[in-house]
């Protein structure tokens, strides 16, 4: 499409926006009528850990996003010469999981909780061994029910909770709705129903009878939708919300909020069975969308979430990915600036993780663990980044990097391992996310560690917010069409990916060093419980 066809696009209000917040970026991406990315916003942010919680406070998450759709605003101005003040649709999401708990007034009760926090594994245990179903530490029900064993004072007060995408969609509506991915991160869904499974919420109530809110659970819970639902229309208060500026017109269609996990699974074209997906960037996680039920629970390490329009899905999610070894990027940056050198910030990661294809396939005897917070998947708690090697380890850059590109899956492996030994099939497995970025190593060593073949489209660095616009484009003119059949025609139909496929001499190299790793844990172990 033409410069000119995509200003008048946005000046008639045809172009749809995607906003996520993630970890470290809130990421807003306007798309076009041919679901092509054309502008885009963001803002850095990062959670704090205040008295033992990991949050992101109220205004934090309004200044963000009104900072990034300012950014967004100026992109347009600046490429098309026009202004951004009305759109076909739009949709939020956020990163998934964590307890937002308001009363009757629509006043938090408590300081949100993010996924990152590991704080309620009683909790987990518990509801996990009550209905028979993995309930892990990070989803909503986890923290709700964490809180009535702790006798927090707030939980006589809770009148709603809600993930971050739901927020920021209440904020934007008025609606109390979530779309039915984000919300199988909130309670279990009912394969048949699409919705909360009503028995599993029946025993919770009984469990919880005269200790928690007065509401019942499902009454606490915000609505769950499948993609293609209409969401609600963006208020007045909605629009100066997200627009303090009042350019933003009202009125404007919104999607279902959406989780990291669904948008995810749309931007890599993976709704359907047998089909996956990694995301990879702060945090990481795999999913693939099942054709049966697994033959049993796998509490810690499997989740059953849903795709954007219902189907059962089995992650694995592991809390730190690029985290960590982005410190050390920095870290090798400010020495080399002390030096005396000069450079971008995209020079130097693409030359620092670069180097790590120089380096041995076993990373020469060197181990990193790179858990910032802890990990469910290895049963951690904490975390204590760490760097372990052998007496006669070949310590190098090359060797250091490419042990810090194994540490940012390791985990995600000894998960992936049990959907193996449950011989899930997989046709298909596409990456998104900064992990991806540097040519020829984080495809390579995904493959390697997967040992299955692994893709990236063309446009794997839009990642989360252009899977939310194209959510959001679903929801303003799906066709009839479900969304899988949608996404093939409607945006993925000529679309460009490199499939790397496992290189032999790569998956036995990562093998030995992961043989490695799982002894670097018990030292990890040792750190976590002396090093406070």
Not at 3 to 28: C, H
Not at 150 to 155: G, L, R, S, W, Y
């Amino acid at each position: 499409m033409t410069k000119e066809n995509i200003a008048r696009e946005i000046e008639n209000g045809q172009a749809v926006l995607g906003i996520e917040f993630g970890s470290t970026r809130i990421k807003a991406v306007l798309i076009d009528s041919e679901k092509n990315p054309v502008a885009q916003g963001g803002f850095t942010w990062e959670n704090s850990l205040a008295d033992g919680i990991w949050t992101y406070s109220l205004d934090e998450i309004h200044g963000g996003i009104v900072s990034a759709y300012s950014e967004l605003k100026k992109d347009v101005l600046e490429k098309y010469g026009v202004k951004l003040s009305n759109l076909k649709a739009l949709g939020i999401s956020a990163m998934m999981h964590g307890y937002l708990a308001f009363d009757r007034e629509n006043n938090l009760l408590v300081p949100f909780r993010t996924w990152r926090n590991t704080i309620t594994g009683g909790a987990s245990k518990k509801l996990t061994e009550l209905f028979n179903y993995p309930c892990p530490e990070r989803w909503s029900i986890s923290h709700y029910y964490q809180a009535i064993l702790n006798n927090e004072a707030h939980v006589p007060q809770v009148d709603f909770f809600t993930t971050l995408a739901g927020y920021a969609h209440f904020m934007l509506t008025g609606k109390k709705v979530l779309g039915v991915g984000d919300a199988s991160g909130m309670f279990p869904i009912d394969a048949e129903t699409g919705d909360y499974d009503k028995s599993m919420a029946g025993k919770f109530d009984s469990l919880v009878e005269g200790k928690g809110s007065a509401k019942k659970l499902l009454e606490l819970l915000p609505k769950a939708i499948p993609a293609g639902t209409d969401a609600g229309k963006l208020t007045k208060e909605g629009a100066l919300w997200l627009d303090p500026t009042g350019e933003l017109a009202e009125g404007i269609l919104c999607a279902p909020p959406e989780g990291d996990a669904g948008t995810g699974m749309v931007a890599t074209n993976a709704v359907a069975p047998r089909t996956g997906n990694i995301s990879a960037g702060t945090s990481v996680f795999a999913m693939v969308v099942l054709e049966k039920a697994l033959s049993k629970a796998y509490p810690g390490i499997i989740d059953i979430v849903t795709t954007p329009d219902g189907k059962p899905t089995a992650m694995v999610h592991v809390n730190t990915c690029t985290a960590e070894y982005n410190k050390w990027v920095e870290l090798i940056g400010e020495a080399a600036r002390l030096l005396g050198a000069e450079f971008s910030m995209g020079k130097l990661y693409d030359t620092i993780l670069g180097c790590a294809k120089d380096g041995a396939k076993d990373c020469g005897g060197v181990y990193t663990v790179n858990y910032i917070s802890g990990e469910s998947v290895t049963d951690f708690c904490e975390g204590r980044p760490m760097v372990v090697r052998s007496q006669d380890s070949k310590l190098n850059l090359a060797n250091f990097m490419r042990s810090q590109i194994y540490s940012a899956v390791a985990t995600l492996r000894l998960g992936m391992d049990v959907l193996f030994a449950e011989n899930v099939k997989i046709d298909s497995m596409t990456g998104h996310g900064g992990y991806f970025k540097t040519e020829g190593v984080g495809l390579e060593t995904m493959a390697a560690a997967m040992h299955t073949p692994v893709s990236a489209m063309e446009t794997a660095g839009e990642g989360g917010p252009w899977g939310m616009a194209l959510l959001a484009s679903y929801t303003a003119d799906s066709k009839g069409k479900n969304l899988g059949d949608w996404l093939e025609t409607e945006v993925f139909a000529g679309a460009q990916k490199k499939t790397v496929k496992p290189d032999a001499a790569d998956v036995a190299g990562f093998d030995r060093w992961l043989e490695g790793y799982k002894s670097a844990l018990k030292a990890e172990r040792t750190a976590v419980e002396n090093l406070k």
